[in-house]
């Protein structure tokens, strides 16, 4: 940034270095927008894996990343629900076949470090796109512009803030933007495993009375695993020597991919929730966990992130066409509204799966049975399941190619 006494200034500032902050960055720079991203160096690399459903790798596409991903990730093509409750009132098994829908896979698994490592590469290139790795230390909200300052000492002036720095943003609460947040509790337990079986690109989940425990594909004969525990289950799984946690996890997979062996370290993260009680502010918006937090259930973190920054990116540049302020209050009321129902309607889902595994109410294990029945038997309520699952509003159309 050149130096001087007056401080520059953008149409947009992303702040935050996750998945949703470099991917909101390269999609409004890509518009054309004079764009600042802030978001220090990420302190360790993460282990995790991510699912992306179609939506999320067409808007990984548009941002010029996905091509450079597509070698190391692994397509999920079947969907396997089993239900491992053991009690009274069971479930029927059900699997989701992508042909059924019309499309060859729902989604691709994907390493979240290869995932951060090419958007970092990607923001670096992109021309207008000016990177600072600082963190935010202060924002200032005015009628006209967002002045942000870093800790390395820069300030500048936007017309846009997009607030992608977490779940303990502190651009939400500098604008006085309320949070509603809540715990379970479970702990997910999340690590890799080579296995000797191949998977045939099915992602398996079993419905087990702690919570989902899922096997996710990964290249070869590897593959991803979250499995929900009580506290102190995941204290116990935790506590297990390398050898005894390959053999218990693999008991619990009823030895479907065969023996199991670790490919990477074992990482295990409370489950919480949060919703932001408004998306927007004066002149900023919010993206990713900044907005909403759910558990690792489904797979829907990232996806619904995605689908933030695909509409906001879409508000923005009509806007733009239109030469109208990108950061004024009609504008941000329309991105508010445009995504208020997707976020209710996953963070309400995934709550409902997952407490109603927890419950030993047998009006609830009854309502889940007769669910998953359906989704099993009756064909056009399989079909809008696996529509909504992948992206709001798809349900009775096919996904788009
Ligand atoms: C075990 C597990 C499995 C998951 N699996 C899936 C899945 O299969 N599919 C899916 O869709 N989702 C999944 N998710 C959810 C997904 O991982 C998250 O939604 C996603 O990582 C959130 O990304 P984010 O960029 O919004 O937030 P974060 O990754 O939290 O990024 C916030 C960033 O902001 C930075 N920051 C903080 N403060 C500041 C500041 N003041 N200035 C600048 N930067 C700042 C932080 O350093 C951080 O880099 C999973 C989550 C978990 C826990």
């Known amino acids: 940034m050149p130096k001087s006494k007056k401080p520059d200034l953008f149409d947009v500032a992303v702040v935050g270095g996750g998945p949703s902050g470099r991917t909101a960055a390269l999609k409004l720079a890509r518009l054309g927008l004079s764009t600042v991203l802030v978001a220090p160096q990420s302190a360790r690399p993460d282990g995790r894996t991510t699912a992306l459903w179609q939506r999320s790798i067409g808007l990984l596409e548009d941002i010029g990343v996905w091509s450079?991903?597509?070698?190391?990730?692994?397509?999920?093509?079947?969907?396997?629900?089993?239900?491992?409750?053991?009690?009274?009132?069971?479930?029927?098994?059900?699997?989701?076949?992508?042909?059924?829908?019309?499309?060859?896979?729902?989604?691709?698994?994907?390493?979240?470090?290869e995932l951060n490592a090419v958007l970092e590469e990607a923001c670096e290139l992109q021309d207008t796109l000016t990177c600072i790795s600082d963190t935010a230390e202060s924002a200032d909200f005015s009628p006209d512009f967002v002045t942000i300052s870093t800790s390395g000492g820069k300030t500048f002036k936007v017309r846009l803030a997009v607030a992608a720095d977490g779940r303990n943003s502190r651009l939400r609460e500098t604008a006085g933007i309320e949070v509603k947040a809540w715990s379970y509790p479970q702990v997910a337990v999340v690590l890799n495993v080579d296995h000797r079986l191949p998977h045939h690109n099915i992602s398996t989940e079993f419905h087990t009375p702690t919570g989902p425990y899922t096997l996710v594909p990964l290249p070869g004969r590897q593959s991803s695993i979250v499995c929900v525990e009580t506290n102190e289950g995941a204290n116990k799984l935790l506590s297990l020597t390398s050898d005894d946690l390959e053999m218990e996890l693999e008991r619990r997979a009823y030895s479907i991919l065969g023996e199991f062996k670790l490919a990477s370290e074992v990482q295990s993260f409370p489950l919480s929730g949060l919703n932001a009680q408004r998306l927007a502010g004066e002149r900023l918006a919010l993206v990713g966990e900044t907005a909403h937090v759910f558990p690792p259930i489904g797979a829907q973190g990232l996806n619904l992130s995605l689908r933030d920054i695909d509409d906001l990116a879409s508000v923005v540049a009509h806007a733009q066409a239109r030469q109208q302020d990108i950061g004024s209050p009609a504008v941000l009321e329309i991105y508010e509204s445009k995504r208020r129902s997707d976020i209710k309607t996953r963070t309400n889902a995934v709550d409902l799966l997952n407490r109603s595994l927890l419950t030993s109410f047998l009006p609830v294990q009854m309502a889940r049975s007769m669910g998953m029945y359906m989704a099993g038997k009756v064909g056009p309520f399989r079909r809008l399941l696996m529509r909504e699952g992948m992206a709001p509003g798809t349900g009775l159309y096919p996904p788009r190619h």
């Open 68 to 113: 450079k991903l597509s070698g190391n990730t692994e397509s999920l093509k079947k969907m396997r629900m089993i239900d491992d409750t053991g009690r009274l009132i069971r479930a029927p098994e059900v699997v989701f076949n992508a042909t059924e829908i019309g499309v060859e896979e729902f989604g691709f698994n994907i390493l979240n470090r």
